[in-house]
């Protein structure tokens, strides 16, 4: 049987693994949201960044890309997927039906985030997502390249997110006039 993954974030353009098969897919109850503070990857204790997650809500909908990871390398693969995202323990790993666009639906892992952890912040308006990101920076770098990354990526997927394109354009002000 094939393991999935669904990538709604970072997973789109870093992987890390070359997938067996890949497609766009639609999760449904879910969307994706920078409601989560990066302590690691995009930002750090003392200037928490932040990072997409799978945050639950009726009615929503969430396209991303689903990747079927190769069998033969799917112990490791699936070992470095729960370093990376599961570092703080801020997401839950769930199996969740998402449908490709191509029509076939599978169960893939997705990292849905946790609403009782301490780095949950879905409450943030967007202009206090903007002003976050455009200061912050982790050991994987800028929390603005994190943004720019995924909301080009979506782009280029033909997959429309009004909020991260929103979030993008403020970001570049913030960053381009010495604001961050």
């Given at each position: ?40 990857h ?11 997650a ?17 069998q ?6 699936l ?8 570092v ?7 199996v969740?039906?998402v ?12 990292y ?7 780095q ?17 920076h982790?050991r ?7 943004l ?12 429309a997110d ?5 979030l ?11 604001l961050?």
């Open positions: 049987m094939t393991t999935w993954v669904f990538g709604y974030g970072s997973l789109i353009w870093n992987p890390e693994f070359t997938p067996a098969d890949r497609g766009i897919a639609t999760l449904t109850g879910y969307h994706r949201s920078f409601c989560l503070s990066s302590i690691h995009r930002g750090s204790e003392e200037k928490p960044g932040l990072v997409l799978l945050d639950e809500a009726a009615g929503a909908i969430c396209r991303g890309v689903a990747f079927a990871i190769p033969a390398d799917e112990a490791a693969i070992a470095a997927l729960r370093e990376r995202e599961l703080s323990s801020a997401y839950r790993e769930e969740l039906p449908v490709l666009d191509d029509g076939r639906r599978v169960q893939a892992l997705s849905v985030v946790d609403r009782a952890h301490r949950y912040c879905g409450a943030l308006t967007l202009e206090d997502q903007a002003q976050i990101i455009a200061r912050a982790g994987r770098g800028p929390n603005s390249e994190y720019w990354q995924t909301a080009g990526h979506l782009t280029q997927l033909g997959i009004p909020d991260l394109d929103h993008s354009v403020r970001v570049r002000d913030i960053v381009d006039n010495g961050a």
